[in-house]
């Protein structure tokens, strides 16, 4: 399943956020816990999570800072502000609003009996 | 060994990787480096998973996402990035930190040195206002020499090169001082502006350092020249405003600024701000949009409007040109803005891109020049005998004869250049080879006139 880019685009900045929330991270490591979270169901183009990032930080919600890893390279942390924090939650109150009108939806249109699952892909497609 | 050769080429791959990210404009050196640090994790992730060096790199270049989209996205969030910022950082051109910062001071330096030359002859009793005339005469003479110096410098010239670019300087301040000029005479003021112009090729020289004798070098100069005075007409514009600022400021409690201003603040900073216009266009050629080509552009097309309107207006009406003492300098004017106007649209245009309309424009902006210009000779060579030949009018018309027929053959270069018959690059190289005609022309004014007119 592929979830198309605006939906992708939208739901960065909760993941992003609720990653950092757990603990301060960089690019790659965050990549792989989206994709370990998603079960492989989320597919982000690596590059693309920069310009996340960086957006993040001139908002202020997280904040960066150069660390000189093991071998020797030089590596770009980030960590979730207070406001940070406070974004989170509203964007959690938010998506959580979203996924309830939506399952209130998917209920309705659900024929008595019926498996959800098999009502998710619509007929015709 | 197979093991040493893949990680050097896994090396010179991230190398060239790393250089194209470079070339974007959105993408600056640190973003390079933390998505450097990324490529480099899923790399080492892909190879410890079994897959050889040039396939993993393969794999992470292609995870790593399409350049252009990813440009892009970067361009979204830093918008800033997409108009150069005005300030040096050393980041962008490549340089070394302290390379950058060195030639800072040192232009800073030699700005410090021009405004104190400025005020070195009123060591030895010349008043600014008193000797109008001396300072008019030697004013290239106090910043000219630092400014070539500052691209001795930065050119690394060698001594012999150096002893060379002196000869001109020394021999230039013996012909400014030693002859018995009249006061208020017109050899006087026409040695002021013509000195200048035979210095400013000297310092070309050594702007080109050993590529003065490349039409690349002087080409390279032109521009120079042309973005110099953008820089210069900005400074004195802000210098302006800090003027008035200052006045209005001391005016409000009680104290006359304005002699300070006439003789400290207004000669020193202008002579200071050459070398920092210098070391401005120096620093900032790489990195922002040549200024001088974009005006042009905008300009010809009015400027040929103008003059074919002119020349309608002759034709319809039938009025001949009044001719008047000025008449000969105003035509002289028309044709240094339509050969700057030629110049720098030269200057900016790629010799192998196909011809235009913008060519055609510009042809017919020389042509039409050249009428007006011939019209305006009709009308006043008879006259000119009647008046005698005073220094000035033999000046102007030299002038006016050395830009003729530079305009009248780039006329004829640029036609073939449009029929297909000859190549843009000998209308670049006839305008290079033409700088030396100016500084010529300059220099025997400034040494033949004034006793071949009896300092008149």
Not at chain 2, 68 to 79: K, P, T, Y
Not at chain 2, 286 to 313: H, K, Q
Not at chain 2, 351 to 359: A, H, V
Request: neutral net charge; charged residues 20%; glycine residues 6%.
């Amino acid at each position: 399943m592929v979830i198309n880019k605006d939906l992708t685009a939208a739901s960065s900045t909760p993941i992003v956020l609720a990653i950092l929330a757990e603990g301060d991270s960089y690019g790659y490591a965050i990549l792989q816990r989206v994709r370990e979270v998603s079960g492989g169901r989320m597919e982000w183009t690596d590059g693309m999570l920069y310009p996340v990032l960086h957006r993040l930080e001139r908002l202020g919600h997280v904040e960066a800072r150069w660390e000189v890893s093991k071998g020797r390279r030089r590596r770009k942390y980030y960590r979730l502000t207070s406001r940070g924090r406070d974004q989170l939650a509203e964007e959690r109150r938010q998506w959580q609003a979203v996924d309830a009108t939506l399952r209130g939806i998917w209920r309705l249109l659900e024929p008595a009996g019926h498996p959800a699952s098999a009502t998710l892909v619509p007929s015709g497609a | 060994m197979t093991e040493h050769g893949e990680a050097v080429s896994l090396e010179d791959q991230i190398d060239q990787w790393r250089s194209y990210l470079r070339h974007r404009r959105a993408i600056h050196a640190v973003d390079v480096a933390e998505l450097e640090d990324h490529l480099r994790e899923q790399v080492a992730v892909l190879t410890d998973a079994g897959l050889a060096t040039d396939e993993a790199f393969l794999v992470a270049v292609k995870r790593m996402g399409d350049l252009d989209a990813l440009s892009r996205e970067f361009a979204r969030e830093h918008s800033d990035r997409l108009w150069k910022q005005l300030v040096v950082s050393p980041s962008d051109n490549g340089e070394p930190h302290a390379a950058v910062r060195t030639d800072a001071i040192v232009a800073f330096c030699l700005a410090v040195a021009a405004a104190v030359a400025v005020k070195v002859p009123a060591l030895f009793g010349f008043d600014l206002d008193d000797d109008a005339e001396f300072y008019a005469r030697n004013l290239s003479l106090f910043v000219l020499p630092l400014l070539t110096g500052y691209f001795a410098w930065k050119r690394r010239l060698d001594v012999r090169t150096l002893r060379w670019l002196a000869v001109p300087f020394v021999a230039a301040a013996v012909f400014a001082n030693v002859y018995p000029f009249e006061s208020d005479g017109s050899t006087e003021v026409l040695t002021a502006l013509h000195l200048p112009i035979a210095l400013w090729l000297v310092v070309g020289v050594a702007y080109a350092g050993g590529r003065w004798r490349q039409v690349d070098g002087r080409m390279d100069f032109i521009r120079f020249t042309g973005e110099l005075f953008i820089y210069y007409v900005l400074i004195a514009l802000g210098g302006g405003v800090l003027t008035a600022f200052t006045v209005a400021m001391f005016d409000a409690i009680g104290i006359d600024p304005e002699s300070f201003i006439g003789s400290w603040l207004l000669p020193c900073g202008a002579a200071g701000a050459v070398l920092v216009a210098a070391w401005l266009v120096e620093a900032k050629q790489s990195v922002i949009e040549n200024m001088a080509p974009v005006l042009t552009r905008l300009f010809t097309p009015l400027f040929a409007a103008a003059l074919v309107a002119f020349l309608g207006a002759l034709v319809w009406t039938g009025r001949g040109v009044e001719f008047d003492r000025d008449t000969l300098i105003k035509f002289n004017l028309v044709l240094i803005v339509v050969l700057g106007l030629l110049l720098y649209s030269v200057s900016a245009r790629d010799p192998r891109s196909p011809r235009g309309t913008f060519d055609v424009l510009q042809v017919v902006l020389v042509a039409s020049a050249l009428l007006a210009d011939a019209v305006a000779l009709w009308a006043i060579a008879d006259r000119i005998t009647e008046f005698g030949f005073s220094p000035n009018r033999v000046a102007a018309l030299g002038v006016n004869v050395i830009l003729l027929v530079n305009l009248a053959w780039s006329a004829v270069l640029y036609l073939r250049f449009l029929r297909g018959r000859g190549s843009f690059a000998s209308l670049e190289r006839w305008q290079t080879d033409y700088l030396l005609v100016y500084a010529v022309w300059s220099a025997a004014v400034v040494v033949v006139f004034p006793p071949a007119f009896g300092y008149a």
